[in-house]
């Protein structure tokens, strides 16, 4: 057995002192032992980017076959680059993507950056893929482009990227380089040597290839004069061995699973494209083939809910399967072998229920995998298919290695018009989850839902000796379009509505204490901990949000100097629940306390959001505190800041529900 570990932490004490608290935040705020990790093609090596303190990423590679400590060979400080993921394009040379947030100012949001780069696998060699602007440039490139198809028929190690073409200006209005849009390169990344093998265009937002080197599909988002891109894309492909592009789909944008055909995958050996659309009102797994003739065939379909993603392995990414969540994640594999050794691995793996496929070796006898469950942060796997062993490689979480995490439970309760509310409780392990506090904790999105597994910030609340429950309101996505309505912002009394049932229900099960019931938010989830004392005043008595929306009509401004501005137009929408559905403009219906926490970088939801909600809290007379994170983005990667939130968000709920 071959085991890599980050420094293993000591068992966690779990009474509620202020010395656990600490503790725990500490435990809990560490991000995970793995960012990423990749499998070699040869299946010898492992490259693993894992955090280093504060923000920062190390890229370290393993060799699974001589075994000892990886070896470092590339960090990011995580201010302003951060390293996110790294691919092998060969068994010596690695593709990585940094990714960087510049700040905003008061009157702009910050922008994202991204710049793909190459490496040897002993760290010498750094070369940078992205082609970048010049003085000549009339634009500048955001997006860095990304790695669509790995080659791997050939020995080069040469892949194909997209590429972002910018036009230049030589002298007055005369161009030196006109080409403008998304177009495909292949790509040396050892020299750096390029050629252009899809001419770009203007419109261009996505290609799709074939995993052996063919670009086969390519998605079109017309924009209008002022460059705002418009609700849909059209999709069209090209026959095997010809340039020409023929229509395929229309997807229509802000309309739930009943939008069009969405393709994802091609697959070379049946000519067919692999893609979800609405039937019977939930998403669905469909074929088309690509031989002109455009036969269409569902692959699989639920009645409950829907299909919502593909599983793909080896150096093609070549489709295996598909899943979708019932109470947990479940897979249906059409490859016979794997689903055979999925079955397997559940067995050997008990207590680790939620198996992933994560990489696998060119010749698909080596996988990397990973596996996991309610109350085990999870665990990386290597198994050799000849050899029919299983190596446990890594914890994904090695701080909480010998902490006892809650079991987390599949519950429905009622909302107020008698429809059953799926959701996840989370009680403290060894409680009998009776009369103590308790907290709602509504999810991001609101595209979005929960699943059961392992969630470190509800586990960080059940061990500091809270309830959690999360409820996948109406609004949510996975249940389709009826379920979804017309999302969580366009629909808020009900998406809220079913939040505060929610807290109802905890107080009418005598699981939450009397007076000992608070809600916490990320993102739209701390827009929905806010509304929903905008809703019911008095049913929390406590409220936490991260990184919220507070005002729809700012949101909407925030999005207006960007292209996809009429698209978040649409999703927001007009009329009276703009205001009547913004916290701000309602602040004074909120009587519970509110602590804030947001990152100046935030590109999401800028923290002006928060910034104005406290104003409008301030000036209602109401109990409110901002903590603002230097330098960090929507997701606060950063163990430090992390850290200092739960502390801070424990000791706030315990003075505020007197506990």
Same mark, same amino acid.
């Given at each position: 057995?071959?085991?890599?570990?980050?420094?293993?932490?000591?068992?966690?004490?779990?009474?509620?002192?202020?010395?656990?608290?600490?503790?725990?935040?500490?435990?809990?705020?560490?991000?995970? %032992?793995?960012?990423?990790?990749?499998?070699?093609?040869?299946?010898?090596?492992?490259?693993?980017?894992?955090?280093?303190?504060?923000?920062?990423?190390?890229?370290? =590679?393993?060799?699974?076959?001589? %075994?000892?400590?990886?070896?470092?060979?590339?960090?990011?400080?995580?201010?302003?680059?951060?390293?996110?993921?790294?691919?092998?394009?060969?068994?010596?040379?690695?593709?990585? @993507?940094?990714?960087?947030?510049?700040?905003?100012?008061?009157?702009?949001?910050?922008?994202?950056?991204?710049?793909?780069?190459? =490496?040897?696998?002993?760290?010498?060699?750094?070369?940078?893929?992205?082609?970048?602007?010049?003085?000549?440039?009339?634009?500048?490139?955001?997006?860095?482009?990304?790695?669509?198809?790995?080659?791997?028929?050939?020995?080069?190690?040469?892949?194909?990227?997209?590429?972002?073409?910018?036009?230049?200006?030589?002298? #007055?209005?005369?161009?030196?380089?006109?080409?403008?849009?998304?177009?495909?390169?292949?790509?040396?990344?050892?020299?750096?040597?390029?050629?252009?093998?899809?001419?770009?265009?203007?419109?261009?937002?996505?290609?799709?290839?074939?995993?052996?080197?063919?670009?086969?599909?390519? #998605?079109?988002?017309?924009?209008?004069?002022? %460059?705002?891109?418009?609700?849909?894309?059209?999709?069209?492909?090209?026959?095997?061995?010809?340039?020409?592009?023929?229509?395929?789909?229309?997807?229509?944008?802000?309309?739930?699973?009943?939008?069009?055909?969405?393709? /994802?995958?091609?697959?070379?050996?049946?000519?067919?494209? /692999?893609?979800?659309?609405?039937?019977? %009102? @939930?998403?669905?797994?469909?074929?088309?083939?690509?031989?002109?003739?455009?036969?269409?065939?569902?692959?699989?379909?639920?009645?409950?809910?829907?299909?919502?993603?593909?599983?793909?392995?080896?150096?093609?990414?070549?489709?295996?399967?598909?899943?979708?969540?019932?109470?947990?994640?479940?897979?249906?594999?059409?490859?016979?072998?794997?689903?055979?050794?999925?079955?397997?691995?559940?067995? *050997?793996?008990?207590?680790?229920?939620?198996?992933?496929?994560?990489?696998?070796?060119?010749?698909?006898?080596?996988?990397?995998?990973?596996?996991?469950?309610?109350?085990?942060?999870?665990?990386?796997?290597?198994?050799?298919?000849?050899?029919?062993?299983?190596?446990?490689?890594?914890?994904?979480?090695?701080?909480?290695?010998?902490?006892?995490?809650?079991?987390?439970?599949?519950?429905?309760?009622?909302?107020?018009?008698?429809?059953?509310?799926?959701?996840?409780?989370?009680?403290?392990?060894?409680?009998?989850?009776?009369?103590?506090?308790?907290?709602?904790?509504?999810?991001?999105?609101?595209?979005?839902?929960?699943?059961?597994?392992?969630?470190?910030?509800?586990?960080?609340?059940? $061990?500091?000796?809270? $309830?959690?429950?999360?409820?996948?309101?109406?609004?949510?996505?996975?249940?389709?379009?009826?379920?979804?309505?017309?999302?969580?912002?366009?629909?808020?009394?009900?998406?809220?509505?079913?939040?505060?049932?929610? #807290? @109802?229900?905890?107080?009418?099960?005598?699981?939450?204490?009397?007076?000992?019931?608070?809600?916490?938010?990320?993102? /739209?989830?701390?827009?929905?901990?806010?509304?929903?004392?905008?809703?019911?005043?008095?049913?929390?008595?406590? =409220?936490?949000?991260?990184?919220?929306?507070?005002?729809?009509?700012?949101?909407? $401004?925030?999005?207006?100097?960007?292209?996809?501005? @009429?698209?978040?137009? *649409?999703?927001?929408?007009?009329?009276?629940?703009?205001?009547?559905?913004?916290? *701000?403009?309602?602040?004074?219906?909120?009587?519970?306390?509110?602590?804030?926490?947001?990152?100046?970088?935030?590109?999401?939801?800028?923290?002006?959001?928060?910034?104005?909600?406290?104003?409008?809290?301030?000036?209602?007379?109401?109990?409110?505190?901002?903590?603002?994170?230097?330098?960090?983005?929507?997701?606060?990667?950063?163990?430090?800041?992390?850290?200092?939130?739960?502390?801070?968000?424990?000791?706030?709920?315990?003075?505020?529900?007197?506990?």
């Amino acid at each position: 057995m071959v085991r890599y570990l980050m420094a293993t932490a000591a068992a966690l004490a779990l009474a509620p002192s202020a010395h656990a608290a600490n503790e725990a935040a500490a435990k809990f705020g560490a991000r995970e %032992g793995v960012l990423q990790m990749s499998l070699s093609p040869d299946g010898t090596h492992v490259a693993i980017i894992a955090p280093a303190k504060g923000r920062g990423a190390i890229l370290s =590679i393993a060799d699974l076959v001589k %075994g000892g400590m990886p070896k470092a060979i590339l960090n990011s400080s995580g201010d302003p680059d951060r390293l996110t993921d790294c691919h092998w394009a060969s068994d010596t040379r690695l593709i990585c @993507r940094v990714h960087i947030v510049i700040p905003g100012s008061q009157s702009a949001k910050a922008l994202n950056f991204t710049r793909l780069v190459s =490496i040897n696998s002993d760290g010498s060699g750094v070369r940078q893929l992205t082609v970048d602007t010049n003085s000549r440039s009339l634009d500048i490139i955001q997006d860095g482009g990304g790695v669509i198809d790995w080659l791997a028929d050939g020995a080069s190690g040469k892949v194909l990227m997209t590429r972002t073409f910018v036009p230049e200006e030589s002298t #007055g209005t005369r161009l030196s380089q006109d080409k403008e849009g998304l177009g495909v390169d292949q790509v040396d990344p050892v020299s750096g040597s390029r050629r252009t093998i899809v001419q770009p265009n203007r419109e261009a937002v996505e290609f799709i290839t074939d995993g052996h080197g063919a670009v086969r599909l390519m #998605g079109v988002q017309p924009r209008n004069d002022s %460059g705002y891109v418009s609700d849909h894309i059209d999709y069209v492909y090209r026959l095997p061995d010809n340039n020409n592009w023929k229509p395929l789909s229309t997807l229509k944008l802000n309309e739930g699973s009943s939008g069009g055909f969405n393709p /994802y995958a091609v697959d070379q050996d049946l000519n067919v494209v /692999y893609g979800f659309d609405g039937k019977d %009102g @939930r998403r669905a797994l469909y074929s088309i083939t690509l031989d002109g003739m455009l036969k269409r065939s569902l692959v699989l379909a639920r009645p409950d809910v829907d299909v919502d993603g593909l599983i793909r392995i080896g150096r093609q990414n070549r489709v295996v399967g598909a899943t979708f969540v019932t109470d947990r994640r479940e897979s249906e594999f059409f490859d016979a072998e794997l689903n055979k050794l999925r079955q397997s691995l559940g067995k *050997a793996l008990p207590g680790k229920p939620l198996v992933t496929f994560i990489d696998a070796s060119a010749d698909e006898r080596t996988l990397l995998l990973f596996a996991g469950g309610d109350t085990d942060a999870g665990h990386y796997y290597i198994y050799h298919k000849d050899k029919r062993t299983l190596e446990d490689v890594m914890l994904a979480r090695p701080q909480l290695e010998n902490v006892k995490l809650a079991s987390v439970k599949s519950i429905t309760f009622p909302a107020a018009d008698g429809t059953p509310i799926p959701g996840y409780l989370t009680l403290p392990p060894g409680s009998d989850g009776k009369n103590i506090p308790a907290i709602v904790m509504p999810h991001g999105g609101p595209g979005a839902r929960d699943e059961w597994g392992f969630d470190w910030l509800a586990q960080y609340f059940a $061990a500091r000796g809270f $309830a959690v429950l999360q409820p996948n309101f109406r609004g949510s996505t996975g249940y389709g379009d009826a379920w979804f309505q017309k999302n969580g912002f366009q629909s808020w009394r009900t998406a809220i509505g079913d939040v505060n049932d929610a #807290g @109802r229900w905890l107080n009418a099960q005598g699981i939450a204490a009397s007076g000992k019931l608070a809600i916490v938010g990320w993102s /739209y989830g701390g827009y929905a901990a806010l509304q929903s004392a905008v809703l019911d005043p008095e049913l929390f008595k406590a =409220i936490v949000a991260i990184a919220p929306v507070t005002d729809l009509e700012a949101l909407r $401004a925030e999005a207006r100097d960007f292209t996809n501005f @009429r698209l978040v137009d *649409a999703f927001i929408g007009k009329g009276p629940h703009v205001t009547q559905g913004s916290p *701000a403009s309602n602040a004074a219906r909120i009587k519970a306390p509110v602590l804030l926490f947001h990152g100046d970088r935030d590109t999401n939801v800028g923290i002006r959001q928060s910034k104005l909600m406290v104003g409008k809290l301030k000036d209602a007379g109401g109990k409110v505190e901002l903590v603002e994170f230097r330098g960090l983005d929507h997701q606060l990667d950063d163990d430090t800041a992390r850290t200092a939130m739960l502390d801070k968000a424990d000791t706030f709920l315990r003075q505020s529900l007197g506990l």
